[in-house]
Nanobody
Framework: QVQLVESGGGSVQAGGSLRLSCAASGRTFSTYTFGNSAMGWFRQAPGKEREFVIAIKYNGGSTRYADSVKGRFTISRDDARNTVNLLMKSLKPEDTAVYYC???????????????????WGQGTQVTVSS
């Protein structure tokens, strides 16, 4: 089976930074598959719907992001390690949510922004930003 495991979540004061990582593994999710998959991050706050945060194209050539995180969040990938990272800076209380890593094995020309376009999901990691 395919597994996506997030790590790096925690509590931080407003203005601080956190780095989340997502490691992919599994017999059907090889390094080749990872390298040909768009990788994205979504988040869901209590009582809210899951929302798109940021994603990177399968070849790492382009990034798409939500306006709310522009200039603060960056995504990167290390295909050799089947890992995608999310660096969050200047965190705000409204960034508080469970963050999910997702993989889209579709080789889309651009990274998908819709949750329905992603094939595999991690279990999520909590990020809490206090005032």
């Amino acid at each position: 089976q395919v597994q996506l495991v997030e790590s790096g979540g925690g509590s931080v004061q407003a203005g601080g930074s956190l780095r989340l990582s997502c490691a992919a593994s599994g017999r059907t999710f090889s390094t080749y598959t990872f390298g040909n998959s768009a990788m994205g991050w979504f988040r869901q706050a209590p009582g809210k719907e899951r929302e798109f945060v940021i994603a990177i194209k399968y070849n790492g050539g382009s990034t798409r992001y939500a306006d709310s995180v522009k200039g603060r969040f960056t995504i990167s990938r290390d295909d050799a390690r089947n890992t995608v990272n999310l660096l969050m800076k200047s965190l705000k209380p409204e960034d508080t949510a469970v963050y999910y890593c997702a993989a889209a094995v579709r080789r889309s020309p651009i990274a998908p922004m819709s949750a329905g376009d992603y094939d595999y999901w991690g279990q999520g990691t909590q990020v809490t930003v206090s005032s």
